[in-house]
């Protein structure tokens, strides 16, 4: 271990123990110590413990942890604080610009305990009612999130395939002989990217042109590899006019679909429009979305025709979201004019539940009065509605957090876990299915409890649950927020197959978040969705129909 290495030790003992509250002196002792260190030359490992007690800024007391470290690999005073401080709060302090003081507070006022988390919790606004916080601070915390999950080498497919289509777009519109795609994990929409992949024509000058994309351009095996700041690495794969299809085709993979491909198709080797793959072989085009998809590649395969998938036009109402009832930004009367301009014939209100406290859920008092307002709103909407729901906790023993003459006032119920989530597989799937068995549950909110690149989620048994919503005529949530996308996709084809409607619903907090319905859809479509099968497809009366049927 080299000096910095054990320098850093010093640092991360001393955040541990400010988490601690800890005496505020020996913690200056370590952050001095981890200064004086970095800047010694001579390794540690070669002085003794003697020589190392001159040194500036270390003294008797921290030499001894410096030997301990040299001769064991450990410091056990580290190693107990550690053992104390949950890894994912250890993890928040390795995000540059989040100190100790802020992690406390976010630590123990909401209880999270990931970067993940914590990043979702400024997506709801959890943040700004913190003690030293506020709105601007939340957003530089979100800011510093974004960075630090970019600099992990994978990437939320939102996140990344916006701010490179903005790139591209730019870059199409100054070089109108440039063609450049996405293709590989983007191309497919997969929810966690982790190379990124462009296919680019052949033009004079390619590298000078695509070294805009990034500070360092180089040649590695017939590829161009960019690298900047927010992406580790790019991958261009260059192609000429005439193999362009056929390139794009063979690297927008997996690789098991090309391979199923092959086995039943030759792949012509110079096409330049990849259509013309599928057309050489006399079949429907098959979307790069489902390709991951067994399921469908093996329908598609047998029957010649792909399915139509749900699109955005195919979205007749926004279902799921907050207003400042709970923890929204944007009250129900903004939220529900934003949703009606934006063309949606309906909007379902969801705030939280009364258990939700960190999230100011709705007491049963302002549950009534919340009803009010949606009727007074009401009276003004011609070809618009605003449905009463409630996203309702679902508490440990399956129960909702409402007595049933408060659940029968709501047009719908949607029951989601927010609490407790270390259960095994048996108090899951007991604490869910008694949620779904509830006569006043419409819709099973977000059933894993997961957030993506940051929380696994509880295990559930997925085929058993959707079993049990067929029964009850429980829909289940696709939750578009790009950090849940849960009811994972790769369960909607047996949903489909039980008549098990999907609700692709935004969760949204504020205005723009309606529109993260469209991750969603991407999502639906790796499913293989189709707009019949889509809850909130349904047109407005077919919706109510819906409601008053279960």
Same mark, same amino acid.
């Given at each position: 271990?080299?000096?910095?290495?054990?320098?850093?030790?010093?640092?991360?003992?001393?955040?541990?123990?400010?988490?601690?509250?800890?005496?505020?002196?020996?913690?200056?002792?370590?952050?001095?110590?981890?200064?004086?260190?970095?800047?010694?030359?001579?390794?540690?490992?070669?002085?003794?413990?003697?020589?190392?007690?001159?040194?500036?800024?270390?003294?008797?007391?921290?030499?001894?942890?410096?030997?301990?470290?040299?001769?064991?690999?450990?410091?056990?005073?580290?190693?107990?604080?550690?053992? +104390?401080?949950?890894?994912?709060?250890?993890?928040?302090?390795?995000?540059?610009?989040?100190?100790?003081?802020? +992690?406390?507070?976010?630590?123990?006022?909401?209880?999270?305990?990931?970067?993940?988390?914590?990043?979702?919790?400024?997506?709801?606004?959890?943040?700004?009612?913190?003690?030293?916080?506020?709105?601007?601070?939340?957003?530089?915390?979100?800011?510093?999130?974004?960075?630090?999950?970019?600099?992990?080498?994978?990437?939320?497919?939102?996140?990344?395939?916006?701010?490179?289509?903005?790139?591209?777009?730019?870059?199409?519109?100054?070089?109108?002989? $440039?063609?450049?795609?996405?293709?590989?994990?983007?191309?497919?929409?997969?929810?966690?990217?982790?190379?990124?992949?462009?296919?680019?024509?052949?033009?004079?000058?390619?590298?000078?042109?695509?070294?805009?994309?990034?500070?360092?351009?180089?040649?590695?095996?017939?590829?161009?590899?960019?690298?900047?700041?927010?992406?580790?690495?790019?991958?261009? +794969?260059?192609?000429?006019?005439?193999?362009?299809?056929?390139?794009?085709?063979?690297?927008?993979?997996?690789?098991?679909?090309?391979?199923?491909?092959?086995?039943?198709?030759?792949?012509?080797?110079?096409?330049?429009?990849?259509?013309?793959?599928?057309?050489?072989?006399?079949?429907?085009?098959?979307?790069?979305?489902?390709?991951?998809?067994?399921?469908?590649?093996?329908?598609?395969?047998?029957?010649?025709?792909?399915?139509?998938?749900?699109?955005?036009?195919?979205?007749?109402?926004?279902?799921?979201?907050?207003?400042?009832?709970?923890?929204?930004?944007?009250?129900?009367?903004?939220?529900?004019?934003?949703?009606?301009?934006?063309?949606?014939?309906?909007?379902?209100?969801?705030?939280?539940?009364?258990?939700?406290?960190?999230?100011?859920?709705?007491?049963?008092?302002?549950?009534?009065?919340?009803?009010?307002?949606?009727?007074?709103?009401?009276?003004?909407?011609?070809?618009?509605?605003?449905?009463?729901?409630?996203?309702?906790?679902?508490?440990?023993?399956?129960?909702?957090?409402?007595?049933?003459?408060?659940?029968?006032?709501?047009?719908?119920?949607?029951?989601?876990?927010?609490?407790?989530?270390?259960?095994?597989?048996?108090?899951?799937?007991?604490? $869910?299915?008694?949620?779904?068995?509830?006569?006043?549950?419409?819709?099973?909110?977000?059933?894993?409890?997961?957030?993506?690149?940051?929380?696994?989620?509880?295990?559930?048994?997925?085929?058993?649950?959707?079993?049990?919503?067929?029964?009850?005529?429980?829909?289940?949530?696709?939750?578009?927020?790009?950090?849940?996308?849960?009811?994972?996709?790769?369960?909607?084809?047996?949903?489909?197959?039980?008549?098990? $409607?999907?609700?692709?619903?935004?969760?949204?907090?504020?205005?723009?978040?309606?529109?993260? +319905?469209?991750?969603?859809?991407?999502?639906?479509?790796?499913?293989?969705?189709?707009?019949?099968?889509?809850?909130?497809?349904?047109?407005?009366?077919?919706?109510?129909?819906?409601?008053?049927?279960?």
């Amino acid at each position: 271990m080299n000096n910095k290495e054990i320098a850093k030790l010093f640092s991360e003992l001393a955040d541990l123990m400010e988490l601690q509250n800890e005496n505020p002196f020996k913690i200056k002792s370590y952050r001095n110590a981890h200064v004086s260190l970095r800047k010694i030359d001579t390794p540690l490992n070669t002085l003794s413990q003697t020589e190392m007690e001159v040194l500036p800024g270390v003294g008797k007391a921290i030499a001894e942890k410096i030997t301990q470290i040299v001769s064991t690999g450990k410091m056990p005073t580290l190693e107990k604080y550690r053992a +104390i401080v949950p890894e994912g709060v250890r993890e928040m302090l390795k995000v540059h610009g989040l100190g100790p003081k802020k +992690i406390d507070v976010i630590w123990r006022k909401l209880g999270i305990e990931s970067p993940g988390e914590l990043l979702y919790a400024c997506d709801e606004n959890r943040l700004v009612e913190l003690p030293g916080f506020g709105t601007k601070t939340q957003e530089d915390v979100k800011s510093k999130l974004a960075f630090y999950f970019n600099a992990s080498g994978k990437y939320l497919y939102p996140k990344v395939s916006e701010t490179l289509q903005t790139i591209l777009d730019e870059l199409n519109e100054k070089y109108p002989r $440039l063609n450049i795609q996405f293709t590989g994990e983007l191309r497919r929409k997969c929810q966690i990217i982790e190379k990124i992949e462009l296919v680019c024509n052949d033009v004079p000058d390619l590298l000078n042109i695509l070294a805009q994309l990034g500070d360092v351009a180089e040649n590695y095996e017939g590829n161009l590899i960019l690298s900047r700041e927010d992406f580790d690495e790019i991958i261009i +794969i260059p192609a000429s006019e005439d193999s362009f299809g056929t390139v794009l085709f063979e690297t927008t993979g997996p690789s098991e679909f090309v391979e199923k491909f092959r086995s039943h198709y030759q792949v012509p080797k110079n096409i330049a429009d990849e259509s013309a793959v599928f057309e050489a072989a006399q079949l429907d085009y098959f979307p790069p979305v489902l390709r991951d998809n067994d399921f469908e590649v093996d329908n598609f395969l047998k029957d010649k025709k792909s399915i139509q998938l749900i699109e955005y036009k195919d979205i007749k109402g926004i279902v799921h979201n907050h207003s400042t009832w709970s923890d929204g930004i944007h009250t129900l009367h903004e939220m529900s004019e934003h949703v009606k301009s934006n063309g949606f014939e309906y909007f379902v209100i969801s705030d939280h539940s009364k258990s939700a406290f960190y999230a100011n859920g709705l007491s049963e008092e302002r549950v009534r009065a919340q009803w009010n307002e949606i009727e007074s709103l009401n009276k003004d909407y011609i070809d618009f509605k605003i449905y009463k729901s409630i996203e309702s906790d679902i508490l440990s023993d399956g129960s909702l957090d409402y007595p049933d003459e408060v659940l029968a006032g709501f047009d719908l119920v949607i029951a989601s876990v927010h609490s407790n989530l270390n259960m095994d597989i048996d108090k899951a799937m007991k604490r $869910l299915i008694a949620a779904v068995e509830n006569p006043f549950t419409r819709i099973l909110g977000h059933p894993t409890g997961r957030l993506l690149l940051a929380r696994k989620g509880y295990p559930v048994d997925h085929a058993r649950l959707i079993d049990a919503c067929a029964a009850n005529n429980v829909a289940i949530e696709l939750n578009a927020n790009p950090l849940r996308l849960d009811i994972d996709w790769s369960w909607i084809p047996y949903a489909m197959q039980k008549s098990v $409607l999907i609700a692709i619903n935004p969760d949204a907090h504020n205005k723009s978040g309606i529109f993260d +319905i469209r991750f969603g859809i991407n999502a639906a479509q790796k499913g293989g969705l189709t707009a019949d099968a889509c809850l909130n497809s349904m047109s407005r009366s077919r919706f109510e129909h819906w409601l008053h049927n279960k």
